[in-house]
T-cell receptor, first 113, second 115 residues
Framework: GDSVTQMEGPVTLSEEAFLTINCTYT??????LFWYVQYPGEGLQLLLK?????DKGSNKGFEATYRKETTSFHLEKGSVQVSDSAVYFC????????????FGKGTKLSVIP | EAGVAQSPRYKIIEKRQSVAFWCNPISGHATLYWYQQILGQGPKLLIQ????????DSQLPKDRFSAERLKGVDSTLKIQPAKLEDSAVYLC?????????????FGQGTRLTVV
């Protein structure tokens, strides 16, 4: 079945540091890939997405590239801010007989001034 | 535009009691999802509706969980009787349609504690 594996947290970074959160997946067919973010006290919200190989999703300074050859969708940001502190979820939608978003376990990011 | 509304935000019940959660999706969204998020894990789909029909309920524990979506709009999720392992955040989400490129919008969730 479909699955998503993302790096264990929590991750603590200083402001303006470079961020990478690794995400790899297993899926049938050609999935769409997503990063969702959950800020403290709020619901999950879509951060970015990519629907086919080599697509790059970007939003709010975050980027992730759909790598079919390595089945990866790593999240990156060049300079994190305190306001980026949140839990980040990698997810996929395979569309191959499956109607559900499959999520990773989430990575908690804390950014300190 | 108004987001996905869920109530209550928090609920504490004793095991073997029953509980119900309510969700009002974004207006016009045909697809509605209920997810269970246990602490430290990612959300897991319990049930997906397309309008008022069930698309996927393969991971819904049907001996104790039930869900309905009346008139293809609001939805309720019920647990009866509750077990300790049902302690989790229950998330409702909606999307315009259930396709692979569609964005799912999530409510803030209901945190259930079973004691």
């Amino acid at each position: 079945g479909d699955s998503v594996t993302q790096m264990e947290g929590p991750v603590t970074l200083s402001e303006e540091a470079f961020l990478t959160i690794n995400c790899t997946y297993t899926a049938t067919g050609y999935p769409s890939l997503f990063w969702y973010v959950q800020y403290p006290g709020e619901g999950l919200q879509l951060l970015l997405k990519a629907t086919k190989a080599d697509d790059k999703g970007s939003n709010k300074g975050f980027e992730a590239t759909y790598r079919k050859e390595t089945t990866s969708f790593h999240l990156e940001k060049g300079s994190v801010q305190v306001s980026d502190s949140a839990v980040y979820f990698c997810a996929l939608y395979s569309g191959a007989g499956s109607y559900q978003l499959t999520f990773g376990k989430g990575t908690k990011l804390s950014v300190i001034p | 535009e108004a987001g996905v509304a869920q109530s209550p935000r928090y609920k504490i019940i004793e095991k073997r009691q029953s509980v119900a959660f309510w969700c009002n999706p974004i207006s016009g969204h045909a697809t509605l999802y209920w997810y269970q998020q246990i602490l430290g894990q990612g959300p897991k789909l319990l049930i997906q509706f397309q309008n008022n029909g069930v698309v996927d309920d393969s991971q819904l524990p049907k001996d104790r969980f039930s869900a309905e979506r009346l008139k293809g709009v609001d939805s309720t999720l019920k647990i009866q009787p509750a077990k300790l392992e049902d302690s989790a955040v229950y998330l409702c989400a909606s999307s315009l349609y259930g396709g692979r490129d569609t964005e799912a919008f999530f409510g803030q969730g209901t945190r259930l504690t079973v004691v």
